[in-house]
């Protein structure tokens, strides 16, 4: 992994008698594309809210751009949209950029073209000196955006970025966190669309009662993938050598099914059958998706 931008141990957060998250222990790399998943009441936005100095933890330790949580400095590299905007009505779009960049010292005539640079790249820039109080919820999310990425920030957090937003808009953020991962720029992204989570990730960590339960690699070889072989004969020992290179061997019809950690071992299983003289008319794997993972994962959970 990159040089880390977030790291955390053993984080816990307790309200009265009620833990919200329960022991957060996890790093995300420079550049990279963190998906944070789970059911509601999962603790992922008490994590990010740890994360960002917002809560303060009733246990473990956190280090967020090489600086202990809540940082000034480290938190002037940082952009954040929450999940539910709740800007200043009164304001137009332009008007919350510019509150926003004075906040963060931004000189004025960078901040200006750094602004009118955003309004066109969230495509807003028709309707920069409307009230924000005349937005839509789609509108209000993509000025939230430009707000998050104002600051050019090494570390983004984003909370439910696609919350209201049309195809176009989904298009939109996925272009977004792609520009930014180039940049080098690391997006910590808490999405209920498992669909874009599983085109936008690099790695994900699900999140069950406030423990991360398993992580996982989206890019590259790695993950679970399901494989169908049409072979015959199937005999007894055929089967049990199939166990020894995946899990879940069952067969009918002239049909073996199992599962394997990763692409690589279909060539492995490819030369078993050779090897063992098996007559293989078709041989093909396919990746377990993002959301039959999350399903069995969070199994008896409330939805997400």
């Known amino acids: 992994m990159s040089e880390p931008v977030i790291e955390s141990r053993g984080l816990r957060k307790v309200y009265g008698g009620t833990t919200a998250v329960h022991d957060l222990t996890l790093t995300v790399g420079r550049g990279e594309v963190f998906g944070f998943l789970g059911p509601n009441g999962a603790g992922k936005t008490t994590s990010m809210k740890m994360l960002l100095g917002l809560v303060r933890p009733t246990a473990g330790a956190a280090r967020v751009l090489g600086a202990g949580v809540g940082d000034v400095k480290a938190r002037a590299g940082i952009g954040f949209l929450p999940e539910h905007c ?20 931004m000189r004025a005539e960078a901040l200006a ?20 109080h005349e937005y839509s919820k789609g509108m209000r999310q993509r000025i939230g955006l430009a707000q998050a990425l104002l600051n050019e920030p090494k570390l983004v957090f984003l909370d439910e970025p696609t919350s209201g937003l049309d195809p176009m808009g989904v298009l939109l953020v996925r272009d977004l966190i792609r520009e930014l991962r180039a940049k080098g720029t690391a997006v910590f992204l ?10 936008t990730c690099d790695r994900v960590a699900f999140v069950r009662r406030g423990r991360v339960v398993r992580e996982l690699v989206l890019a590259g070889d790695g993950g679970r993938v399901d494989v169908e072989i049409k072979v015959a004969p199937i005999s007894a020992p055929l089967l049990e050598g199939l166990a020894r290179l995946g899990t879940n061997v069952r067969h009918e019809e002239g049909i073996v099914r199992l599962q394997v950690d990763g692409e690589d071992r279909i060539a492995e299983i490819t030369r078993f059958l050779v090897e063992r003289g098996a007559a293989v008319y078709r041989i093909a794997g396919r990746r377990e998706s993002l959301e039959s993972m999350f399903l069995e994962l969070m199994e008896g959970e409330g939805a997400a």
Do not use: K, P, Q
Not at 119 to 131: G, P
């Open 86 to 105: 709740r800007f200043h009505d009164w304001l137009t779009g332009r008007e919350l950029l510019t509150f926003h960049g004075r906040l963060y010292g």
């Open 113 to 132: 073209a750094r602004i009118d640079e955003l309004l066109v790249r969230v495509e807003m820039d028709d309707d920069a000196d409307r009230r924000l």
């Open 190 to 199: 808490n999405s209920h669309l498992l669909s874009e989570v599983e085109v």
